[in-house]
């Protein structure tokens, strides 16, 4: 903790972290010391995480990086992160991230930017970009995070790290702060797959207080790390000739399927129709289930007031318009608009009916080879104000994370090398639903 505690004062520059537990971190350190002379201490004893600011922890400021939940202490530990403490994990602090998680480059926080640790200059993805840079930079062991759309895996890649969403509904989201509640889902940021596989296992499972969750028992992911000795696996054609990708992303996704046809795998191109239609149908959906989730914040219930309100009209007004940053509300409005009378059949229902083909299809795929994979990210980390501006390029950066999360299907990122320019380029791999043991032992075998 103390290592730890010194990485994070000497790399503040990175504005990785919001908030530092540094008592109470110590404090744990010493429970968790007293527990292995005991020989009574957890599975995770030892392991000094960082949580996203989106993650309910009993007392501790929750803020999701937005000025509108100034003040807001949670009233409750949320499931996954309780479950992290009862296996004796020590809290070292909260991580900044893209206000209420919407972005991929942590420039939407309130609390600006974080860095990436290779550039300063470069952002380190986002949402999760606080929780990815605490890990490259070893400011912690581990970080959690949550992935709507691409918010582990992306910044994972940047970071040159593991990044991994599970399966929708394989971890509680009771204590996560709702984006998009279909698709939003806990997950890990770490240096290795080992890892990830144990803290899965630690965060899974049944909960009485999230209705979605599966009810699937929770196999010991991480003693289930030997992989099958030949897989199949697809490549998707149209991803590979996508103008928008780097050649040298392209180059390295090449070499590491020849790498995996060359270890006797099945190494197959396939089709996939409608990716120009996933940015679209996510960014109708997500915007949809995010205008609902936040009309919570009304100055009333949580956090910021604005201080100069007359009635409850005003009340409401003022402090969304002041405590909402430009990306929230940008995409209140896409939402309420996507959900209006006059257009929710066009834009809502329509959506929903093309997710439903692109699950459809993807399981299918899912089901004719073992894994897909594909570049994490188009591009690699990108410069801080490059995108800011340009909000569909932005958005168009997610193209190639927001497959598995519309098909709620576990995806993984695991480094694969770097560009000419030294920055970190991430290998994805997608599994069918429930099947994290074997993604993960495949993952691994690759890394
Ligand atoms: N970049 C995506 C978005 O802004 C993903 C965010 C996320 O997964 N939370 O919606």
Sequence with gaps: VEYY??????QSHLNAFLEVFTEEALAQADAVDAKLAAGTAGKLAGMVIGLKDVLAYKDHSLQSSSHIL??????????????????DAIIIGRQNCDEFA?????????FGPARNAIDPDRVPGGSSGGSAVAVQADLCLASIGSDTGGSVRQPAAFCGIVGFKPTYSRISRYGLVAYASSFDQIGTLTNSVDDAALLLEVMAGPDNFDSTVSQQSVPAYSELLEPAPHVRIGYIRDCMESPGLNPEIKAATETALDVLRGQGHVVEAVDFPYLDYIVPSYYILTTAEASSNLSRYDGVKFGYRAPDATDLESLYKKTRAQGFGPEVQRRILLGTFVLSADYYDAYYTKAQR??????????????????????????????????????????????????????GVPAISVPAGHDAAG?????????????????????????
Excluded: W
């Excluded at 919407?102 to 309130?110: K, Q």
């Excluded at 399981?363 to 690699?380: G, H």
């Design 5 to 10: 505690l010194n990485n994070i004062q000497k």
């Design 70 to 87: 100034d003040g807001f202490k949670s009233l409750y530990t949320g499931t996954a992160v309780q479950r992290l403490i009862d296996a």
């Design 102 to 110: 919407m972005g991929a480059s942590n420039e939407t926080s309130y």
């Design 354 to 407: 093309v997710r439903r083909l692109i699950k459809e299809k993807t399981d299918e795929l899912l089901r004719q080879y073992d894994f897909l994979v594909l570049p994490t990210t188009p591009t690699t980390a990108f410069r801080i104000g490059e995108n800011e501006k340009d909000t569909l390029a932005m958005y168009l950066a997610d193209i190639f994370t927001v497959q598995a999360s519309l098909a």
């Design 423 to 447: 920055l970190p380029i991430g290998l994805q791999i997608l599994s069918g639903a429930f099947r994290e043991e074997h993604l993960l032992a495949f993952a691994k075998s690759v890394t």
